[in-house]
Structure formats: structure tokens, C-alpha cells
């Protein structure tokens, strides 16, 4: 009987694996999708607002950053991987905001997956991030797409009606945040 249960038990995983149950690492988000629209908080620094494109308070959408392409990490305060991957992100703004091709059409901001304003705020201040970063204390992005390993990092094209179409996701980290952005303007901008 035991040799039953067994077998019962490995048929019932592998169709909960098989299955469209969002599974930890499975990213319902893929490339040509449109980003969810979820509603973020907008930065209380106007600094970042001004970067960002948008204008006084309430909530934002990503379609309405102004930019042709926005490089979105997801990642929590208590992901060892993400504090180790700051210094690169850090990196990948610099190199954005001292390109004249790139500053002002990308850029970049972080998603705190089910972290508060406070917990956001602690990480950006430790880890002296430049580029603005939202709370998502609901846990609204998992939700939506399916749970995410962090670091995740999801681009998005903007076209100018606000839609957003998904060029990249993936979780990881950047290794090298100049091969990073080459790879991500040959998918965005692919013949200028």
C-alpha cells in the first residue's frame, strides 16, 4: 500500500508542476506581453518623479514613465543576491545617464516585491542607489505575473500611447552591466 501512496504522490507533483499553478521562479511574463497595469505608489523624492516623467501625486503605471525603455529589477531588501547586485545597477545607471543615445529614452528603476516604503527606503540608503525605487507591500507584481526569483529583471518598450510590450525577463544577475545594456538596445532599438 505504501508503494501506492508513493506513486500517488509522485503523479499528483508532477501535474502540479505540469500545471499553469504560478510555481516559484515560473514567470507567467514573457517576451511581446504586455506589462500588467499595477498601479505603484509614485516616489515621495520629486527628484525621482522628475526623472521618471511624472507629475504630482497618487499612482503611475509603467506605461506612463516617460521613456522609450524602462530596465526594471525586482528585487527584495532581504535577497543577499540583490544587495550583492547593486554596485551593478548602480553601474548600469551611470553608464545610462552618461550616453547621449540612452539618457532621457532609458531608464531604470527597482520594484521592492512584497517590501514596504520603509524597508525600500532602508535598502536604497545601505546600498546607495541612484535610480528610484517603489514599494510593492501588496505584492501586487507576484501576483499578477507569478512568483520571481530575485534579482528579476523585466524591460519594457513604451510606445507613445502608453503601451508597454515586454523585450526581456529574466531573473539572474547582470554579470557585466555594458553586455547587459548592448543586449538590451539591440532589442529595443534594433536598426539605428
Keep these: 500500500m505504501s508503494k501506492l ?3 500517488a504522490f509522485f503523479l499528483l507533483l508532477v501535474f502540479l508542476c505540469s500545471s499553469s ?3 516559484w521562479g515560473k514567470v507567467n511574463l514573457k517576451t ?4 500588467p497595469d499595477i498601479e505603484f505608489k509614485k516616489p515621495k523624492d520629486s527628484e525621482d518623479r522628475k526623472y521618471l516623467g511624472l507629475r504630482g501625486w497618487g499612482g503611475f503605471a509603467i506605461g506612463d ?5 524602462v530596465i526594471i529589477e525586482l528585487f527584495s531588501m532581504y ?3 540583490c544587495q550583492n547586485e547593486a554596485p551593478l545597477t548602480r553601474k548600469l545607471y551611470e553608464i545610462i545617464e552618461a550616453d547621449r543615445r540612452l539618457k532621457g529614452r532609458f531608464k531604470i528603476m527597482g520594484i521592492g516585491i512584497n517590501n514596504s ?7 536604497r540608503n545601505k546600498y546607495e542607489i541612484p535610480f528610484p525605487l517603489v514599494s510593492d507591500g501588496e505584492d501586487m507584481v507576484q501576483k499578477t505575473i507569478g512568483k520571481v526569483l530575485t534579482p528579476h529583471y523585466v524591460v519594457v518598450r513604451i510606445t507613445g500611447d502608453g503601451k508597454t510590450r515586454v523585450i526581456f525577463s ?3 544577475r547582470l554579470e557585466d552591466p555594458m553586455v547587459f545594456l548592448d543586449m538590451i538596445y539591440k532589442l529595443a532599438i534594433p536598426k539605428e
Design 5 to 7: 501512496k508513493t506513486i
Design 21 to 23: 499553478l504560478p510555481l
Design 32 to 35: 511581446g506581453d504586455s506589462f
Design 65 to 69: 514613465i516617460q521613456a522609450e525603455v
Design 79 to 81: 535577497c543577499s543576491h
Design 117 to 123: 516604503d520603509f524597508e525600500v527606503d532602508f535598502f
Design 170 to 172: 529574466e531573473s539572474g
